[in-house]
Antibody
Framework: QITLKESGPTLVKPTQTLTLTCTFS??????????VGWIRQPPGKALEWLAL???????RYSPSLKSRLTITKDTSKNQVVLTMTNMDPVDTATYYC??????????WGQGTLVTVSS | NFMLTQPHSVSESPGKTVTISCTRS????????VQWYQQRPGSSPTTVIY?????PSGVPDRFSGSIDSSSNSASLTISGLKTEDEADYYC?????????FGGGTKLTVL
């Protein structure tokens, strides 16, 4: 059974850097074809894809947010970390991580709400 | 990159059939698989259709997916609507490992 769980701060100040960790079980990020992606959802709004990292350390980013995002993995710890710089109130959202195989996110973690406010 | 456009909302009565569309703005809808996700309030999205028309185990056969190259769109059809189907539905596809989500459709079963 694949499970993922997001963790990190619930509140960050504008201009700060957000660091989120996705801890997973039930699969290995060293298995060919496997990836972990991050997706966010502002309150009452649509899903927005952020970043994706593959088993071979190939990384992909949303073109609109690429300059602010970094995704890394620690295969031994079964963790993927996403950092987002220069946080703004419009970045307030629930952040999800998800397992990926075949370019589709499934399953998803429970999500973590991050509020950006001074 | 391309966009996926969905109707903002649809509504239908229990027992009826509803279809939600997802139109790709550029590039062929058939070039990359389309997935559909159901999201109930307060919950994470779950897959109801993957690879255009495949149903995960546990998803009722009332849910079906298709693509139409002539309109460059994908569709999610839910037949025999139940009140429990009331949720937000998102289509998703990709290109060069860039994921794209549609804007979501709120399904009301009334």
């Amino acid at each position: 059974q694949i499970t993922l769980k997001e963790s990190g701060p619930t509140l960050v100040k504008p201009t700060q850097t957000l660091t989120l960790t996705c801890t997973f079980s039930g699969f290995s990020l060293s298995t060919s074809g496997v990836g972990v992606g991050w997706i966010r959802q502002p309150p009452g709004k649509a899903l927005e894809w952020l970043a994706l990292i593959y088993w071979d350390d190939d990384k992909r980013y949303s073109p609109s947010l690429k300059s602010r995002l970094t995704i890394t993995k620690d295969t031994s710890k079964n963790q993927v970390v996403l950092t987002m710089t220069n946080m703004d109130p419009v970045d307030t959202a629930t952040y999800y991580c998800a397992h990926s195989r075949g370019a589709r996110p499934d399953p998803w973690g429970q999500g973590t709400l991050v509020t950006v406010s001074s | 990159n391309f966009m996926l456009t969905q109707p903002h909302s649809v509504s239908e009565s229990p027992g009826k059939t509803v279809t939600i569309s997802c139109t790709r703005s550029s590039g062929s809808i058939a070039s990359n698989y389309v997935q559909w996700y159901q999201q109930r309030p307060g919950s994470s999205p779950t897959t109801v259709i993957y690879e255009d028309n495949q149903r995960p185990s546990g998803v009722p056969d009332r849910f079906s997916g298709s693509i139409d190259s002539s309109s460059n769109s994908a569709s999610l059809t839910i037949s025999g609507l139940k009140t429990e189907d009331e949720a937000d539905y998102y289509c998703q596809s990709y290109d060069s490992s860039i994921w794209v989500f549609g804007g979501g459709t709120k399904l009301t079963v009334l």
